[in-house]
């Protein structure tokens, strides 16, 4: 089956707006097994919404569409529903009921413009709203398949999963996908792309699997999908396996909702390991990602940021001498930073961070962007220097994530 997806409203085509709504469906329907090929936005107008509407008439099988279905005058998704399906609006009775239980719930009277939500093309069938007053609606129309939902994101969410695709089930137009994540850090798309495409070759074709490619800062993801594929052939385990040796190196994960420091903060778990950390340049970033993810308090015992170096002194006691001899952003600091951190918070592991952000404070020993990450587990302390000349926040985002990575080998 193939899906087109509208995104509705002029906050959307005037920039104001980023249309998320359009990226959730799209992924929600790929792995259902409905495939998008087209994103369509258009403004409040009625010719453009028609025009949209006929496009993807000639397109697909199922047209999802968003925004435009409120109580205001610039709300007018459904009046050109009307006039597309040639159908007209009439007050239904459903959607009425639904209208008035959601707003006594909440000790509210129903506003005229309210009892706008209520008209639907006749032939329609309107699809209750659990978090809004605007009902979403599906119509059938020539054997394609359009479904109306709410701009508001938590609406839209709400009824996707909540009644379009039960009700697409119940067409039999769902399909069963599997898909296979590689999440990597620490190489480029372009040396992703290099590694895997003579898996992409005809001679070495991956059978019914596709592989697409996601650059995230500071990340890449590979997802490997088999639409409708049912049970892998054995080809296609051998192909997913040499996936993976191919990226071993790089990936930290298999599992899309995880991240590199809900990884860490696993693996500490099952060794009963505590962590803490010692930030200079980065702030507290590192804590931040640690704190990110739920139950982060089994392992993670606190966070010193030494970004003067009296602190780095008085609390992290590092040695003063050394300050002057060879700098903040040196081995042998951050060697005393998590050594001392470690001591102080009584941790079995911890990470330091000491560099120089940028834009300003480098020299010609010590440009902008450069790091030491300094890692202590209880096999011992290593100090990793690092360079990475960038932006000063994508330095700081991209060197907190190696830094958490450093600990991630050292844990497997």
């Not at 990226?247 to 778990?269: D, G, N, P, R, W």
């Not at 003063?320 to 951050?334: D, I, K, M, R």
Request: with cysteine; net charge negative; charged share 20%.
């Amino acid at each position: 089956m193939i899906a087109e997806i509208i995104a509705i409203g002029d906050e959307i085509i005037t920039g104001q707006v980023l249309d998320s709504n359009s990226a959730f469906i799209a992924q929600a329907l790929n792995e259902n097994g409905i495939e998008v090929k087209y994103h369509v936005s258009c403004g409040d107008n009625q010719s453009d919404i028609l025009m949209a509407f006929k496009q993807a008439h000639q397109r697909a099988q199922i047209v999802v569409c968003t925004g435009g279905l409120g109580p205001t005058t610039d709300d007018i998704t459904l009046e050109c529903a009307s006039v597309f399906f040639d159908d007209p609006l009439q007050e239904n009775d459903q959607a009425l009921i639904w209208l008035q239980d959601f707003m006594h719930q909440r000790g509210k009277a129903i506003s005229d413009n309210n009892l706008k939500q209520t008209l639907l093309p006749r032939q329609s069938l309107p699809l209750k709203n659990d978090v809004g007053t605007a009902c979403g609606v599906y119509f059938c129309y020539e054997g394609k398949h359009y479904y109306f939902l709410p701009g508001v994101p938590k609406e839209m969410k709400s009824l996707l999963s909540e009644r379009v695709f039960p009700h697409l089930a119940s067409h039999e137009t769902l399909g069963h996908v599997q898909s296979f994540y590689f999440k990597t850090f620490g190489i480029a798309e372009s040396e992703v792309d290099r590694r895997l495409s003579p898996l992409q070759q005809p001679a070495m074709s991956i059978g019914r699997l596709k592989l697409s490619y996601r650059a995230h800062f500071p990340e890449v993801i590979v997802k490997v999908t088999g639409l409708n594929a049912g049970e892998l052939t054995k080809y296609e385990k051998t192909q997913l396996n040499l996936i993976q040796n191919e990226l071993q190196e790089f990936c930290y994960s298999a599992e899309l909702h995880e991240t590199m420091a809900s990884v860490v903060i696993s693996k500490l778990k099952e060794r009963g390991w505590t962590l803490a950390t010692a930030e200079s340049c980065t702030g507290g970033l590192i804590g931040q990602h640690i704190t990110r993810v739920s139950g982060a308090s089994d392992v993670f015992k606190g966070s010193v940021v030494a970004y003067a170096n009296e602190v780095k002194e008085l609390v992290l006691k590092v040695d003063a001498e050394t300050l002057e001899s060879v700098g903040a952003v040196s081995e042998a600091v951050a060697k005393q930073m998590v050594e001392h951190v470690s001591q102080l918070l009584r941790t079995d592991t911890a990470i330091s961070i000491t560099g120089i952000a940028g834009p300003s404070g480098g020299t010609n020993q010590k440009p902008v962007g450069t790091a030491y990450i300094g890692i202590k587990t209880p096999h011992g302390v290593f100090v990793k220097h690092y360079s990475y000349a960038r932006g000063r926040q994508e330095f700081q985002e991209h060197v907190a994530w190696y830094a958490l990575d450093l600990l991630r080998r050292a844990l497997d």
